[in-house]
């Protein structure tokens, strides 16, 4: 044991003579070369993000997120390492230059690697998040290395301004957490019997200035065509351009109808877009010669020198349009007689007709996005509630069914996400088949049926818009100036997914959208028909509108002045008297730092924004098949009001604030009542009892679970306390 302490003793004597102190001591023992920590970290930088673009279907990609985005960060961070060490620590110059020559040469080659911008491949997006990531944290970094060599205390003013920059987050974060409930008409309420958005729902994406995920992709603003071209298409058909340039220059694209064409046709993913382009029929126009039009041409490209203008029509007009009968086989019109509730056993809304309905879907925007980016349009629906013939209804609990508008379209079109029966056609069907004149706009060069239930035809040289639409618009938004003909059609700067302003002919492409609805709606309203004599028939209009798909979240602010200006039209026409409203998303933004990263995104994804003006009667009628009324108001066994004079007592006593719309603003609601209210109005006056309490117009179950609402669980956000 002597011998053992002497020997310790010595050797710790001579570490001491060699070793002053201990920390020369770790710095002799952990003097690796810097050259060495550079080759570590960029093999980890290079490993991590490889192991970032791990790819696969939607559910891969969805139940791997957390890990890729982790890998993303590692790799940021570990370039990051880098960057400091190089301009920190003492190298030779040769050995920093290398290194510089390096990290552009790497990143090049795992770009060539995996660029793609599928769910399969998805380099692409990686590399933009990387950059949004890597670029801020670098340019902080360097500042604040930069002060601390210039600013004499430095530490001093860097704690006080961590101090007052933790306050000023955090009292911002408290009022955006506030405002994150708030809505047009109230706010969401923390009812005990109601369900709560799971985990901690912290918003720090409000933290970042308008614009500051995509001010690097330049201007969101359409450069105007050069050339002003004035074009109409007359009652008669006759298209009349005048734009100020020879003959020779002008050429008109007759874009073909491609509500006639078969599903296997109408592919986007594949052959649409190629198919309109090789399907337009491309003719000189002369000042001379009249040029003349068929009733099924709904839009032409005039194109002047190297100007073009897209001029649309709703064509045939509505005193052409037949009364669509509709195949036997195929008929929507069946429904249980036990099943179904007769208006006309009310005596206050027996002369009601059916109401209109035009249906606005905005791909990916959650509740609080719509609140975020679209002030203007926030602004213009408070306004609705004040209107003394219609009632504005906002769901603060509106719930998505799935990841993406697959499925829940199908909720909302369908009624079911996985169709029990072959050839189920979209809801749309059901109003053309009971006399609606039935119109869909799709500003994504895509058809809703073909890409989302086209597997479920078992002929695929059905025409399924000929059998469900009197009017569709997809081939303007089918031109490659805005929708690639080559290489991918849904890349981050082009197309209808892009992180820059989409674009077409100098306008943006919702711009052309709003045009043809404007055009339906004048063709279409009751004063336009009785002035000439046609019989009126409602209507249901949808259009799509994509601007909110992206990763960045700030393409939908393009949006934001055109919707207001269809609103406030919408709302000054006084034909909210006798129209539904629906301006309602599928999902929230499923991409991007916020989704990537924070349980507030995740949350926002399953809350997407759901309004819905109605007539002031129908509000007012909901109250009439009340669950509170059914025993003492009705007979269930026949579905008819009780003494008349009696419940026109019980009615004037009432209060709005008991409608079935104002009880469902607080429950868990989902597309499927979405979908059963849309069969409730197609099926007016005599519809389902079955649906209509399984619409937004029945309160739906107090304290309802994801599990009562058909959410399945790997998608639910909402759970009870």
Known sequence: MTFVIYASEAGSNARSAKYPNKIAYVREALNIPKRIYIAILLAVCAISYLLALQGGDLEYVKDHLDK???????????????IVILYTCK?????????LLFIPCLFAALYIYDHGERFEQ??????????????????????????????????????????????????????????????IRGALEYNVDECRWVGRNIPFIDLLPTGAQNFWAGLMYCKPEQQD??????????????????????????????????????????????????????????????????????????????????VSRVSPPISKLPLYTPPLESDTRTINANEVFNISSSWEYTEQKPPNVIYLMLDAVSRRQFHRRLPQSVRVLRTLQRLKYSHLTELYRYHSVGFST???????????????????????????????VTARIESGCDDWTKGCNGNNYENQDFAASNR?????????????????????????????????ARCLFGKYVHDWAFDYLY?????????????????????????????????????????????????????????????????????????????????????????PFFAMSVP???????????????????????????????????????????????????????????????????????????????????PQKKGRTCKDAGIDSAFCMCEKP
Request: aromatic letters at 12%; glycine letters at 6%; hydrophobic letters at 40%.
């Open 468 to 500: 469900t639409l009197d009017y569709e618009l997809i081939a303007p938004f089918c031109q490659p100036e805005y929708y690639p003909n080559v290489g991918n059609a849904f890349g981050n700067f082009k197309g209808p997914y892009s992180i820059i």
């Open 68 to 82: 890729i985005g982790l890998e993303v960060v590692i790799s940021v961070l570990s370039l990051t390492a880098v």
């Open 519 to 607: 055009k339906l709606r004048r063709e279409l309203r009751p004063q336009k028909n009785e002035a000439t004599g046609v019989k009126n028939r409602p209507y249901m209009i949808t259009a799509t509108f994509f601007e909110g798909h992206e990763g960045t979240g700030e393409v939908i602010r393009t949006l934001d002045s055109a919707l207001a200006a269809f609103l406030e039209d919408i709302r000054d026409s006084g034909e909210l008297n006798d129209t539904v409203l629906i301006v309602a998303a599928d999902h929230g933004l499923h991409m991007g730092l916020n989704f990537a990263y924070l349980q507030n995104g995740r949350i926002e994804h399953q809350n």
């Open 229 to 310: 071209i004035h074009a109409i298409i007359d009652q008669n058909g006759r298209l009349r351009v005048d734009c100020g340039i020879r003959d020779s220059d002008i050429v008109v694209d007759v874009l073909p109808e491609t509500r006639e064409w078969p599903l296997r046709d109408k592919d986007y993913w594949k052959n649409l877009n190629k198919l309109v382009i090789k399907r337009t029929i491309r003719l000189p126009y002369k000042y001379t010669i009249p040029f003349i039009l068929n009733d099924t041409t709904q839009a032409v490209i005039v194109r002047c020198g190297s100007s073009s203008t897209i």
């Open 91 to 99: 190298l030779r110059s040769g050995t920093r230059r290398g290194v």
């Open 122 to 183: 998805h380099g692409f997006y990686n590399l933009l998040v990387f950059l949004a990531i890597f670029i801020p944290l670098n340019i902080a970094l360097a500042t604040l290395y930069i002060l601390y060599i210039k600013v004499k205390h430095f530490t001093v003013y860097f704690i006080i301004a961590l101090v007052v920059g933790g306050a000023t987050t955090a009292v911002s974060l408290w009022h955006y957490r506030k405002i994150f409930d708030e809505g």
């Open 406 to 436: 697959d499925n829940n379209t199908k909720a909302a079109y369908l009624g079911e996400i996985f169709p029990k029966q072959r050839n189920t056609l979209p809801i749309w069907a059901h109003f053309r088949d009971r006399g609606f």
């Open 616 to 698: 002031k009667w129908l509000h007012q009628f909901t109250k009439t098949l009340h669950p509170e009324n059914e025993n003492d108001k009705h007979k269930q066994s026949k579905h008819k009001l009780v003494d008349n004079e009696k419940r026109k007592r019980e009615s004037r006593g009432s209060k709005w604030g008991d409608s079935s719309l104002d009880i469902n603003e607080q429950r868990l609601i989902t597309p499927f009542e979405l979908h059963h209210a849309f069969r409730v109005l197609a099926e007016w006056p005599r519809f389902s009892m079955k649906s209509w309490k399984k619409s937004l117009f029945y």
